[in-house]
């Protein structure tokens, strides 16, 4: 789908970690969240997510992480509720991680990292028709982060783990098919911070809703030891690199508000 062909992988060079600021760009991300410093917002819906695991299509190594790709071209796989006034489609999820467990998420929690952020990227369908005018548009997209911590194996997580293997190096493809998104949903999505931020690899657009989950999921030290067997570099390279660290710092708030859906 051209939501993670055209804009991900071009501009994406591994080793790429800012200082490539947007011009004039002051709702940059990813953030600290300042728990204390979040305002409650009652006003905050439940999030309403519908995914069709059938409309899964490939998983892939762009060269800065993995991305799992779904059909976007109907409404089948939709996010509406929580913040978003609009529906919103879902076109891929992918991860960022550290080389070691000490670190790897790109928001943190008061100051705090994990070793792991997973990302579901959608686009405005109401608004827009495709995903490369949303990408540019303010709510044009809709990011929901989901922190990972190392702990028990996280069985929904395994299908993709075996299929990494088949994608070590950059631009390697390989069908996936059958695959629910909700599978690695938090059990409460219910809690979540949410602010307006952008993309976190170029073209680092400020288009993002972000809605940060406040619960996160566990996963294995073994699953995360796969991600890291991953490369940025591609077949024909003589030096591989691991793909570790593939995350951005966190940006400053200037002044921006992060809501909260709790108290
Ligand atoms: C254009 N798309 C789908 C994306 N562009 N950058 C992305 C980043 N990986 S993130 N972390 O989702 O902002 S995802
Ligand atoms: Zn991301």
Request: glycine fraction near 6%.
């Amino acid at each position: 789908t051209a939501c993670s062909s055209k804009y991900v992988l071009s501009q994406m060079h591994p080793m790429w970690h800012g200082p490539l600021e947007v011009p004039g760009g002051d709702h940059q991300s990813p953030i600290d969240i300042a728990v204390k410093k979040a305002v409650f917002d009652s006003e905050l819906k439940p999030l309403e997510s519908s995914y069709d695991p059938q409309t899964c299509q490939q998983i892939w190594n762009n060269g800065y992480s993995f991305l799992v790709e779904y059909d976007d071209t109907t409404d089948k796989n939709t996010l509406k509720g929580g913040p978003l006034q609009d529906k919103y489609r879902l076109c891929q999820f992918h991860f960022h991680w550290g080389e070691s467990n000490d670190w790897g998420s790109e928001h943190t929690v008061d100051r705090r990292l994990f070793p792991a952020e997973l990302h579901l990227v959608h686009w405005n369908s109401d608004r827009y028709t495709l995903f490369e005018e949303a990408v540019m548009e303010e709510n044009g997209l809709a990011v929901i982060g989901i922190f990972l911590k190392v702990g028990k194996r996280h069985e929904g997580l395994q299908k993709l783990v075996d299929a990494l293997p088949a994608i070590r190096h950059k631009d390697s493809v390989v069908e996936f098919t059958r695959f629910d998104p909700a599978s690695l949903f938090p059990s409460n999505i219910d809690d979540y911070w949410t602010y307006h931020g952008s993309l976190t690899t170029p073209p680092l657009t400020e288009s993002v809703t972000w809605i940060v989950m406040k619960q996160h999921i566990e996963v294995s030290h073994d699953q995360l030891a796969v991600f890291r067997s991953l490369l940025f570099t591609s077949a024909e390279e003589e030096v591989q690199k691991s793909m570790v660290n593939n995350f951005r710092v966190q940006q400053p708030l200037r002044g921006r508000a992060v809501r909260s859906s709790f108290t």
